[in-house]
C-alpha cells in the first residue's frame, strides 16, 4: 500500500506552556484527554536542543518538571480544562482498561514514579502502590500490559489461601529487548499476600529489534494457535507484528515469530489502538502512530489468524509538526467513518487537532 502524496490539515492548533511528551483520551468521559508534558530546567546559556533530547530518551540525567494538563474537546474545539503541576517530568500515562475503572489515569515520571490519578470533578492524586516485576540492561522506555481474559481469570491458580489471575506484562527499553512476563494478581493470603503480583516465570527476552524498543501495542485478538498479536515500534523507525505465546502458557518456553516490519520514516516513538475487525480466519487493525520527526501515520495492519506474513500499509499523514511528535491520540470512529486525531510535537509546543477520512 502506497503512502498518501499530501498530509492532513489541522483544524485547531494550541501552543501549550510546557513540551508534550504523551496524550491519552479518556476512556470513561470520551470527550475529555490529558497531556502530560516534559521540562528540562536549562543549566545556563550552553544548553542546547540536543541535550533535552537526551534527557527525554533517559541519556542524560537533568532536573527536570512537567504537568498533567486536562483539555475537553466540544463542538470541534478543544478548550483547556485544568493543569496540574508535578515535580518531574512525565513520560508516559495510560488509562486503566479495565471495566468500571476507567477514569483511572497511571503516570510515569522522569524519577522513575508511579502515581495514579482519577479523572473527576477536582482531579485528586491517589498514591498507589508500584512492584518490580522486571528490568533492563538500559533505561526502559515503555510498558503495556494484557488484562486476563474472561476463560483465564475462571482458571484462578490456587495455593492453600492464595489464589491468582494470570496476565502479561510487555517492556521495552534502549537496550533494543522486547521483554515479556506472565503475572499473577495477588488476592489474597499466602506468605507473599502484602504482594500486589507475582511473577511466574522469569521474563522472556524477544528479539529482533534493530534499536531501542519504545513502543509496545497488545491487539487484543490470538491466532489459531493461541499466540498474542503484540505491535512495537522502534528507534530503527520500523512498526514490527509479533505473534508471542503467552510464558505461563508454554511453562515459561519462549515462543514467539515476527509476522511483518514496515519501515515509518521517523522513530516509532508510540502507538495507539483505532479499531480492530476480526473475520473468519482474518484480522485488520488500524493504529495511529506518533514516529517523532516523521509526524502522525494512520496505520492499517492486516493478515490472517492461522499464521503467515501480515501486510502493513499507510493511510493517512500529519505532518504539520515542526519538531518531535512524540504524543498522539483519536476518539472512537464516527458512524460516517471520520477519525479526530489530537497530536502533539516536543520542542514547538504544538498540540494540533485534525481530523481524517477512513476506508
Known amino acids: 500500500m502506497a503512502e498518501p502524496n499530501s498530509g492532513v490539515a489541522s483544524t485547531q492548533t494550541l501552543t501549550l506552556d510546557l513540551p508534550p511528551s504523551c496524550i491519552e483520551w479518556c476512556p470513561s468521559h470520551p470527550t475529555y484527554f490529558v497531556v502530560g508534558t516534559y521540562n528540562l530546567i536549562k543549566d545556563g546559556p550552553g544548553y542546547t536542543e540536543s541535550e533535552d533530547n537526551e534527557a527525554l530518551t533517559g541519556k542524560k540525567l537533568q532536573n527536570r518538571s512537567g504537568s498533567l494538563v486536562t483539555f475537553r474537546l466540544d463542538n470541534g474545539t478543544v478548550h483547556h480544562v485544568q493543569t496540574i503541576s508535578h515535580p518531574s517530568a512525565i513520560l508516559d500515562l ?73 496476565f502479561i506484562v510487555y517492556s521495552g527499553g534502549d537496550d533494543s529487548a522486547l521483554r515479556c512476563a506472565s503475572c499473577a494478581d495477588k488476592k489474597s493470603g499466602g506468605e507473599d499476600s502484602d504482594a500486589a503480583v507475582s511473577l511466574q516465570y522469569p521474563p522472556l527476552n524477544i528479539s529482533g529489534h534493530g534499536a531501542g524498543v519504545t513502543a509496545i501495542l497488545p491487539i487484543p485478538v490470538r491466532l489459531a494457535d493461541g499466540a498474542r498479536i503484540v505491535v512495537t515500534g522502534s528507534y530503527d523507525d520500523s512498526m514490527r507484528i509479533l505473534a508471542i505465546q503467552p510464558p505461563h502458557e508454554t511453562y515459561g518456553l519462549r515462543k514467539f515469530q515476527h509476522l511483518g516490519e514496515k519501515n ?96
Open 94 to 166: 495510560h488509562f486503566c482498561p479495565l471495566s468500571g475503572a476507567q477514569d483511572i489515569l497511571a503516570v510515569v515520571s522522569s524519577t522513575g514514579e508511579v502515581r495514579v490519578v482519577r479523572l473527576d470533578d477536582a482531579w485528586q492524586i491517589i498514591e498507589g502502590n508500584v512492584t518490580t516485576v522486571m528490568t533492563h540492561s538500559l533505561e526502559a522506555w515503555t510498558v503495556a500490559f494484557c488484562p486476563p481474559e474472561p476463560n483465564e481469570s475462571q482458571l484462578g491458580v490456587a495455593g492453600g489461601d492464595a489464589q491468582s489471575d494470570s
Open 264 to 359: 515509518l520514516g521517523g522513530g516509532v516513538w508510540r502507538l495507539k489502538l483505532i479499531d480492530i475487525r476480526e473475520d473468519v480466519g482474518h484480522c485488520r487493525a488500524r493504529i495511529l502512530a506518533s514516529c517523532m520527526h516523521a509526524g502522525a501515520k494512520v496505520v492499517e495492519l492486516e493478515g490472517p489468524l492461522h499464521g503467515g506474513d501480515w501486510e502493513i500499509g499507510v493511510l493517512a499523514r500529519f505532518d504539520e509538526h515542526q519538531s518531535m511528535n512524540y504524543g498522539s491520540d483519536c476518539v472512537p470512529v464516527s458512524e460516517d467513518g471520520r477519525l479526530i486525531c489530537v497530536s502533539t510535537s516536543f520542542y514547538d509546543k504544538r498540540l494540533c487537532l485534525w481530523e481524517t477520512a477512513l476506508p
